[in-house]
């Protein structure tokens, strides 16, 4: 079953429980300078017209259908698990080349200067298999991060899911 | 049945053959290879110089037989195509056998551009694009005999070969002909940056200095004496001046070229059922809307992609043309996005620095034109995205998550007005 993640920002108070479960669930050490894959952002943003927008979003990958991270590779590190549908990694042969970096338009993969190698989140792809929820997602108090079966999303038509903002991108082929 | 044919078999040219044969099973694939080993990635040579990737993860795909049994092909290993009849869609080989297709892929790439000076192929000058040339600087590095090292070209290829040298303790001394590094891509005052940070590193830099041949002398040592007068004596001296693609073969073919074969967005050429993808096109580049050679693996797959959906009968667009380099190196970061060559004085420009983070970007109105910036790995595809946005849809504001990614991280919000052409 493939799973899609889901974000309403009108939910979302950047109390960032979803950074330290993916803190916790990836045993980041925050002295050695390694940050957690998920982050949160709180701005005011004056938009076109003048007025300010407050901001409040999780982001981390958002597992894009066809992500350009997974074509950019060089070494083939980057894949799609066929029963999640997300994007996983083997950085067994990385070299830290960055090209991952240059492709993805969210900025989701992140060097990691202690072995040079690039990380990301796989959305805790293992504990989904095991019928859990990504740590994130389990963080958060206010629903405002979800992670459905491909199915229940398509049926819901979400205007706010991770992947309307795909489309607001351009990132799907024609 | 369908008979394709693809000649080069590169990363476009395994792409293609993927896409084709998930759309057609029963499709016969031919692919022409000159060579008996598996697609890989030009860029990876210089990493497995440096010990960073095992001689296997130079080839993502796995070798020539794996891939021939994955998507049931028909390679014909060493089997060079010598020319292509255009208007019958024959394949003719080095070995005198024509074939006639219903489709075919010229996905044959790069080589190392050697021009007609006297000295280049001496023993111990050598160019850096194909495994064996990866497989002889190792050899040559981990011998010990190398205590001195020049390399030609300041390109994307010649600063790997720097980091090689380096990383290995060999004294190196970096020449280009420009008057700054990177001279395609980078404004001067990012140039600048990167020379200082080369040189607090170890590494001579001699710019403007054009080669005029190289001799060898007695004692086993090169030099290469230069048009200025200078002369620059090392162990092995790397040519490393850019690449030319691999189209030579195709001259009375018909088909339509400039320094590359010339494709549409769906990856066609001028020619009715001959297509061509990678290292050897020259696609529309969306910034200038005028064909360019834009050479990355990215590029390469999504081509190749894109022709073996549509040359199966599929439709798909490459649309994402745009110059794009990436230069990591001794840990060292610059990106440039756009087109350097198209600034001038009449643009605006907006320059910040920080003990982290360069930033330059040129704009004219509301088009930007070009970024540079050093130190900003991690942030470089949000800002290349907001500049792609900037090309296709230029009424449209940047989108809040990336506003907030850059404050978030360190970027000024002079930058992010700038990016918004306010």
């Known amino acids: ?174 | 049945m369908n008979k394709y044919a693809i000649v080069g078999f590169g990363c476009a040219g395994y792409h293609a053959a993927e896409k084709i044969r998930s759309r057609d099973q029963e499709a016969v694939i031919d692919v022409y290879s000159d060579t008996d080993i598996g697609p890989y990635n030009p860029m990876l040579t210089t990493y497995f110089v440096k010990g960073s990737l095992p001689y296997e993860g130079m080839f993502p795909f796995g070798s020539l037989e794996e891939c021939e049994k994955k998507l049931n092909l028909h390679i014909k290993k060493e089997c060079p195509v010598t020319a292509v009849d255009g208007e019958n869609r024959m394949i003719c080989c080095a070995d005198g056998t024509k074939e006639q297709y219903d489709r075919i892929l010229l996905s044959t790439g790069a080589s190392a551009l050697k021009p007609p000076i006297p000295g280049l192929s001496l023993p111990g000058v050598f160019t850096m694009r194909t495994a064996e040339d990866a497989v002889r600087l190792k050899e040559r590095i981990a011998s010990g005999k190398l205590k001195t090292a020049l390399v030609i070209g300041a390109s994307w290829v010649g600063i790997k070969v720097v980091e090689d040298f380096v990383e290995a303790k060999v004294a190196t001394t970096l020449v280009d002909g420009a008057p700054w590094m990177f001279y395609v891509a980078a404004f001067e005052e990012t140039a600048r940056r990167a020379k200082e940070d080369l040189e607090k590193k170890g590494v001579r830099v001699s710019l403007c200095q054009m080669l005029d041949h190289i001799e060898a002398n007695a004692d086993g040592t090169l030099t290469a004496f230069m048009k200025s007068g200078d002369t620059f004596t090392a162990d092995t001296i790397g040519v490393c001046i850019g690449v030319r693609t691999n189209t030579g073969f195709l001259k009375d073919s018909g088909i339509a070229m400039n320094r590359g074969i010339l494709v549409n967005s769906r990856m066609q050429t001028n020619l009715p059922g001959i297509y061509a993808a990678g290292d050897c096109v020259e696609a529309k580049d969306i910034q200038s809307g005028q064909p360019k050679n834009i050479g990355v693996w990215y590029n390469a797959g999504r081509q190749g992609e894109v022709a073996g959906e549509n040359m199966a009968g599929g439709f798909m667009e490459f649309d994402a043309n745009i110059l794009v380099n990436l230069a990591h190196y001794l840990d060292y970061d610059f990106i440039c996005v756009g087109d350097v060559s198209a600034c001038g004085p009449e643009d605006e420009y907006y320059e910040y620095e920080d003990e982290k983070l360069y930033i330059k970007a040129c704009k004219n109105g509301q088009k930007i034109k070009c970024i540079n910036m050093i130190g900003s790995a991690d942030a470089n595809g949000v800002v290349k995205n907001i500049f792609i946005k900037t090309i296709e849809t230029p009424e449209a504001e940047i989108d809040v998550k990336s506003v907030c990614y850059l404050l978030t991280n360190g970027f000024p919000e002079a930058f992010i007005s700038f990016l918004r052409r306010k």
Do not use: W
């Open chain 1, 1 to 174: 079953m493939k799973y899609t993640f889901v974000f309403n920002p009108d939910l979302c108070s950047s109390c960032s429980s979803c950074v330290i479960g993916c803190m916790d669930q990836n045993d980041f050490d925050p002295e050695s300078g390694d940050l957690p894959f998920r982050k949160t952002f709180q701005n005011e943003i004056e938009l076109a017209d003048g007025s300010h927008y407050s901001a409040y979003i999780s982001a981390a990958c958002m597992h894009c259908v066809d992500a350009p991270c997974i074509d950019a590779c060089p070494v083939g590190c980057l894949s799609k698990d066929p029963e999640t549908g997300f994007t996983v990694y083997d950085n067994t042969n990385c070299i830290g080349c960055k090209s991952c970096a240059m492709a993805c338009p969210f900025g989701a993969p992140r060097y990691r200067k202690s072995d040079g190698k690039m990380v990301k989140c796989d959305g805790c792809n293992e504990r989904v298999k095991a019928g859990l929820k990504p740590a994130c997602v389990k963080a958060c108090s206010f629903g405002a991060l979800q992670c459905v079966p491909e199915e229940e999303f398509l049926a819901e038509g979400s205007a706010k899911a991770c992947n309307v903002l795909i489309d607001q991108l351009g990132l799907r082929r024609k």
